[in-house]
DNA sequence: CGTCAGTTTGAGCGAGCTCAACGTGAGTGG
DNA sequence: CCACTCACGTTGAGCTCGCTCAAACTGACG
C-alpha cells in the first residue's frame, strides 16, 4: 500500500500528517512512540458504516485519519440528533467517558479511517505523561465549547447564520489541514446538515439558494465554493 | 458559626453533606484529607455576584456548597446566553480547562457557597490518585452528554417541553438532595429560564399560566409545586 | 410613597415548518 | 441501451408556534 494514501492503515503517529492536529505539541518522540504502540488502526470504513453505535461498551476513543464521520444521539422516540461532525485531525467518541456505554453513536460519512486509542491505556498513560494528561483535558472542554457554541447558535441565531457559521466552520477546519478555505466538498447530506442546526432539510436548501442568488456561494450539490468569504462571515455568528 | 450551616464556610470536605455528589466515591479518607487540603473555602457570595468573568485567567473549578449559580457565555454583540444552572453538589467552571481563560462567566442567583479547587494542584493530585483523574473525566464527559440533551431539546422540542423537561431535571437534582421533588423554589427568573431555553421571557410566563390551568403545576412567582409529576414527565423528553 | 425590576397578558406578525409536487443522478436489471 | 427505482435535493403554498410590541400588574426597597 502506498505510505501516502491517507487510508493506509499501517502508518505510525510520528509519521501521519494528522499529528500536530491531533497530538499535544509538547510530546517527545519516544513518548509519540509509546502511544503510538496503544494506537490500533482500523481497516477503512465505508460510507455508512458505524464507529460504534450508542447503547455498545464504551472502549475507545477515535482520531480521524482521512474521511468525515458523524456523531449523533437517537433519543427514547428513535428521532436522531446530529452533535457534530468530525473531519481528519479531529478526536471523536469522548460521549462515553465517564459511562459504562456509549450516549451517542458515530457512522462514516464516506469513505473513511479512523485509529481507535484503547481509553484505559490511554488513561494509565496520561497518569505517566503530564502533557498527554493536559491535552486530554483540553480537548474535552473544547468539545464542551462547541457544543455550547451550537447552543447559542440554536438558541439565537436565524437560518440563514446558522448555515454561514456551519460553512464558515468547515472552510476553517479545512485551512487548518492545509486545504482550501473556499472550495470543498460538504461530507454530509442536507437532511445532516438540518438536523445538526435545527432546521428542515427544505430551510436548509433554500438557504443556499438564497445565498448562490446572493453571490456568496456557488453551490454544486455538494461542492461549495465560498465566492465572497467576507460578507459570508458577517452573517455568521463570530 | 454553627457548623450546620450550609453557608459555613470552614467545614472540610470529609463533613461536607454534599460530599457524595461532588467527590469520586471510590475516595479513601487520607485522599480525602489531601483533597481537602486544596480546597479554598471563599466568602459567601451574594445575588449577582461573580465568581469568575469570561477572560479572566483560568485558575480553578468550583463546586456549589449551597445556593445557585448560573454559567452563561456573552457572544461578541454582547447578547447573553445561559450555558446551565449549577445546585448544590455540582461542579461548574469546566470551560476554562485548556483554555488560558475562561469563556464562560459564572454568576451568584442567590446567597451561595462555593468551593474553589485550583486546577493545578488538583491536576497534579490526579495523577496521583487514578479514581480522582477518572472523576475528572467523568464529570466533564457528563458536562458534554448534558449540553448535548440541551442541544436536542433546542433542536426538537416545543416550548412546552422544554419547561417541562427543565422541571423535572430540577426536581430530580432536589431529589438527589434529599429535597422535596415537587415543591421548591426556583432560583432563576423568568428572563434566564428563557435564555437558556431558547424562549423568550413572555414564552416562558405563558407555559406556566398553560401548565398551571392544565392542573400540572402550581406557580406562585419562584415557589413551584407539580401537582401531576407524571404528566409533566410526560411532556418532557426524557 | 414612588421607583424599578420582574412578571403577566393581549394582539398581530413572520420565520420556518408542513405538506405536496417535481427534478436529478446513481445504481440495477432487462 | 433504455427503463425503472430510490435516495436526495429543490421549489411552492399555506399555516402555526413563538416572537415582537405594548400595556398593565406585583412586590421589594429606598
New binding site residues.
Partial sequence: MDSNCPHNGSIHCGDCRMNALCLPIALQADEIERLDRIVERGRPLHKGDYVYHAGEPFRSIYAVRSGAIKGFTVNNDGVEQVTGFYLPGEIFGMDGIGHPNHINAAISLETSAVCEIPFARMEELSTQISSLQRHFFSLMSREITNDQQLITMLSK??????IATLLTSISARNARRKLSGTRFR?P???????NYL????????????RF?KLELLD?D??EIEITDFDRLKAMANT
Fill in positions: 441565531n436565524s437560518a440563514e447564520e446558522r460538504l454530509m447530506s442536507r437532511a445532516d446538515i438540518g435545527g432546521l428542515t432539510v427544505e430551510t436548509v436548501s433554500r438557504v443556499f439558494s448562490q453551490v450539490k455538494k
